[in-house]
């Protein structure tokens, strides 16, 4: 989704997941690092390391998933996604972004000269992209229960 927003390059971009297999797989690092997209893992036992993806899973359960009923994962897929990038990533007002859409913020944020890359810096960044956090139950369309 990333990719697509960005037409294609994603250089740069920190993607948070989990720690499942396929995250962990040699296929999916490999491709990271051909995309030029730096991986970022929650650390084993840490509830707050995972806490932005864990949000965002939150968001999408109760914002969309529980107010529609799919017929297929495959259909599952496809509405989250186009949600995610239709809405969510694109209209939908973050607070952590300064009431702005993620993508709105990124773009103000790249767009505005920075004097170095301090750890404030580096903070903003990361906020700009916390729309960019995935776990399993996200990609794989599953219904969260409660």
């Given at each position: 989704?990333?990719?697509?927003?960005?037409?294609?390059?994603?250089?740069?971009?920190?993607?948070?997941?989990?720690?499942?297999?396929?995250?962990?797989?040699?296929?999916?690092?490999?491709?990271?690092?051909?995309?030029?997209?730096?991986?970022?893992?929650?650390?084993?036992?840490?509830?707050?390391?995972?806490?932005?993806?864990?949000?965002?899973?939150?968001?999408?359960?109760v914002?969309?998933?529980?107010?529609?009923?799919?017929?297929?994962?495959t259909e599952?897929?496809?509405?989250?996604?186009?949600?995610?990038?239709g809405f969510h990533n694109t209209r939908r007002l973050h607070s952590v972004c300064g009431l702005k859409s993620p993508i709105d913020y990124e773009r103000d944020y790249r767009a505005t000269p920075r004097r170095g890359t301090g750890r404030i810096d580096r903070l903003h960044a990361a906020r700009g992209l916390t729309c960019w956090t995935f776990t399993r139950n996200a990609l794989a369309g599953r219904q969260h229960t409660s």
């Open positions: 989704m990333a990719a697509a927003t960005r037409g294609g390059d994603v250089r740069g971009v920190i993607i948070h997941t989990d720690r499942g297999s396929e995250y962990c797989s040699r296929r999916f690092k490999r491709a990271c690092r051909r995309l030029g997209i730096v991986q970022s893992m929650g650390r084993v036992g840490s509830c707050f390391d995972n806490a932005v993806s864990e949000a965002f899973n939150s968001v999408l359960t914002e969309y998933v529980h107010r529609h009923t799919f017929r297929t994962r599952a897929r496809v509405k989250i996604a186009t949600w995610i990038t």
